[in-house]
């Protein structure tokens, strides 16, 4: 059974970093793409983009292109997701998720929230 | 970018109710298409995938119809725990991308 267990809130200041990670136990972690998608508060989902950690290859959505950086650890089985620049608009409930067959999302974890605030 | 259109955004009916949601694409994702449910303080579940198959676990009350630009969830008869609110998200082509999602509340 696939597991994926992310990291816990985090208070940010705007223009600052965060990262976050997803620890991945279950199935084969290296040739299945870890997606990333973020749900602002109230609001829906939104696809950030994801990473094959086998390649170490990842695809940005073009909103997020050039501020989030996608990472693997195939040692740990463990992904991460950086986001940088924040902005207060950025507080959301920051999901990562495993596919099955491309971009089909049967697995997640169970979410961080991200507040940024000054 | 295709983006998909659901509605209505609420749904209000009662438990043992038939539901039907729909989501429209700007274009043809095939069957590409899927649908979640998501209740409070949860990450969502994948319910349908490529327009009509159940995921695993999920009951068969639940049923997917559709194709090209247009698709449709159905709950056959609604049980307490089917209101949630449900997410439609095509994987045709780059990028991936989820509908607004539909409220369905308890009448």
């Known amino acids: 059974q696939v597991q994926l267990v992310q990291s816990g809130a985090e208070v940010k200041k705007p223009g600052s970093s965060v990262k976050v990670s997803c620890k991945a136990s279950g199935g084969t972690f290296n040739n299945h793409a870890i997606t990333w998608v973020r749900q602002a508060p109230g609001q829906g989902l939104e696809w950030m983009g994801g990473?094959?950690?086998?390649?170490?290859?990842?695809t940005y959505t073009e909103k997020f292109q050039g501020r989030v950086t996608f990472t693997a650890d195939a040692d740990t089985t463990t992904a991460y997701m950086e986001l940088s620049s924040l902005r207060p608009d950025d507080t959301a409930i920051y999901y990562c998720?495993?596919?099955?067959?491309?971009?089909?999302?049967?697995?997640w974890g169970q979410g961080t929230l991200v507040t940024v605030s000054s | 970018e295709i983006v998909l259109t659901q509605s209505p955004a609420t749904l209000v009916l009662s438990p043992g109710e038939r539901a039907t949601l729909s989501c429209r694409a700007t274009q043809s994702v095939t069957d590409y298409l899927a649908w979640y449910q998501q209740k409070p303080g949860q990450a969502p579940r994948l319910l349908i995938f490529?327009?009509?198959y159940r995921a695993t676990g999920i009951p068969v009350r639940f049923s997917g119809s559709g194709s090209g630009t247009d698709f449709t969830l159905t709950i056959s008869s609604l049980e307490p725990e089917d209101f949630a609110v449900y997410y439609c998200q095509q994987r045709s082509s780059w990028p991936p991308t989820f509908g607004q999602g539909t409220r369905l509340e308890i009448k």
């Open positions: 998720a495993r596919d099955r067959e491309q971009w089909l999302l049967p697995y």
């Open positions: 490529d327009t009509s």
């Open positions: 990473i094959i950690p086998m390649f170490g290859t990842s």
